[in-house]
């Protein structure tokens, strides 16, 4: 114990394997061990000094300049307090490239066990709303979903936003299969099968449709050859039996048919048809983004302009919720004009560069999930979205190469 309290290096550690560890959790743990580790972090880099020439890698250029986009859009923003506490969010990329750069060994060092740390803690996540899903159930407790029967989304993923929640665990079941695959079998089966189920309660549809694809892979890259194609179609039958029976899914046939036909949105849209109320929401930061293409709006000014479009056509369930655009790129396009997407645009293709050169998969898993639900969240602007991208990005990305076909490891295999 004292050893811990005055080694730098060891409570550094610590600090970031426990970050990772409750970050599936939520609530405000994870913001103490942030906080914590940066102090850590801090102290150990005026003692130590490191080389600040670290920090300025592509991937931490790309995140840093996320952060100053935000700031430049304070300078023509009309809601200032609004705008502000983005930048307060977005204020993490800029501290956790800073924080990875300067102690880059210590974090290579314990890549595996952030990644493992993670992995444990979506399984004490996916356990809580288990548990509390059963006590609802047979207690028969109301759910705001109108859903009868056992809960789903919000009701049962009380951790995270059921659309975090399940991104997280799909990286989860990455982890698992493919930086895991000494583990036991009957261990590997297991928990995926728990994930899998868990993910289907979740129920977010834009997060199964990103998981689908991934599922396949996963499973295919793990079980031996002889067995893929059998696997594969097993793997495929179930998931979209299952997707098909899930009661939220069921909405989005009515979706696509309405973003087709380009039928005007009803104004008398209920509380929880979440299809109509993106739909709307794409719709409004389009005519936003159109007004000012190249400049946008400003950091703070996109839902006051939001709103007041939702009062214009009178409709009161969005007026009520003041919900943003539901696109990560349309969000940054109302904000900063072009800009905003091409900003994304480039990290994508850094991200991609990255995982085909390395055969990454777990950073191609990463950038297939989070880009794929940025058509359908603005992932961004949450703290939730921001640790995730942010920290699981810096980790992914700087892993190191596989091992080539000549090591003596695979040679003997």
């Known amino acids: 114990m004292l050893k811990f309290l005055?080694?730098?290096?060891?409570?550094?550690?610590?600090?970031?394997?426990?970050?990772?560890?409750?970050?599936?959790?939520?609530?405000?743990?994870?913001?103490?061990?942030?906080?914590?580790l940066s102090i850590d972090a801090l102290q150990f880099f005026i003692r130590q000094p490191h080389s600040?020439?670290?920090a300025w890698t592509p991937i931490n250029l790309w995140l840093l300049s996320g952060f100053l986009l935000y700031l430049i859009g304070m300078f023509y923003t009309q809601d200032k307090r609004e705008g502000w506490f983005l930048v307060q969010q977005r204020v993490l990329f800029l501290l956790l490239p800073l924080l990875f750069a300067l102690h880059f060994n210590i974090w290579k060092s314990i890549r595996e066990r952030m990644l493992t740390a993670f992995m444990f803690g979506n399984f004490m996540a996916a356990i809580f709303c288990w548990l509390r899903g059963c006590y609802v159930f047979w207690n028969g407790i109301y759910c705001e979903a109108n859903i009868k029967g056992f809960p789903v989304y919000s009701d049962f993923s009380k951790c995270l936003h059921p659309t975090y929640a399940s991104l997280y665990l799909v990286i989860a079941l990455g982890v698992l299969l493919i930086q895991h695959k000494k583990w036991p079998n009957w261990i590997a089966i297991l928990g995926f099968a728990f994930l899998l189920l868990t993910l289907f309660v979740y129920s977010s549809k834009a997060a199964l449709l990103a998981a689908f694809p991934v599922i396949v892979f996963l499973v295919l890259n793990r079980i031996p050859k002889k067995w893929r194609l059998k696997g594969g179609i097993l793997i495929l039958l179930s998931f979209l039996a299952l997707f098909l029976?899930?009661?939220?899914?069921?909405?989005?046939?009515?979706m696509i048919k309405e973003i087709l036909s380009h039928q005007k949105v009803d104004t008398t849209i209920s509380s929880d048809d979440s299809n109509a109320q993106r739909t709307m929401t794409w719709k409004t930061a389009w005519q936003l983004f159109k007004e000012?293409?190249?400049?946008?709006?400003?950091?703070?000014?996109?839902?006051?302009?939001?709103?007041?479009?939702?009062?214009?056509?009178?409709?009161?369930?969005?007026?009520?919720?003041?919900?943003?655009?539901?696109?990560?790129?349309?969000?940054e396009a109302v904000k900063f004009g072009l800009w905003g997407p091409l900003w994304l645009l480039v990290g994508l293709g850094m991200i991609l560069y990255r995982g085909i050169k390395r055969r990454n998969k777990l950073l191609l898993i990463f950038v297939w999930l989070f880009y794929f639900n940025f058509l359908f969240e603005s992932m961004l602007l949450t703290q939730a979205g921001i640790f995730a991208f942010g920290i699981l990005l810096l980790i992914l990305f700087n892993s190191p190469r596989p091992e080539t076909p000549s090591s003596p490891e695979l040679v003997n295999k």
Do not use: C
Not at 8 to 23: E, G, S, Y
Not at 245 to 254: E, S
Not at 300 to 322: M, P, R, T
């Open 6 to 36: 005055l080694n730098d290096t060891q409570r550094i550690k610590f600090w970031a394997i426990a970050f990772l560890l409750v970050m599936p959790l939520g609530g405000h743990l994870s913001n103490l061990i942030l906080v914590l």
């Open 52 to 54: 600040i020439k670290k």
């Open 245 to 254: 029976l899930n009661p939220r899914v069921r909405k989005l046939q009515g």
């Open 292 to 331: 000012k293409p190249f400049t946008g709006h400003g950091t703070g000014d996109s839902k006051n302009l939001s709103v007041a479009i939702y009062k214009a056509q009178h409709l009161d369930v969005l007026v009520e919720k003041k919900l943003n655009a539901h696109n990560q790129f349309l969000e």
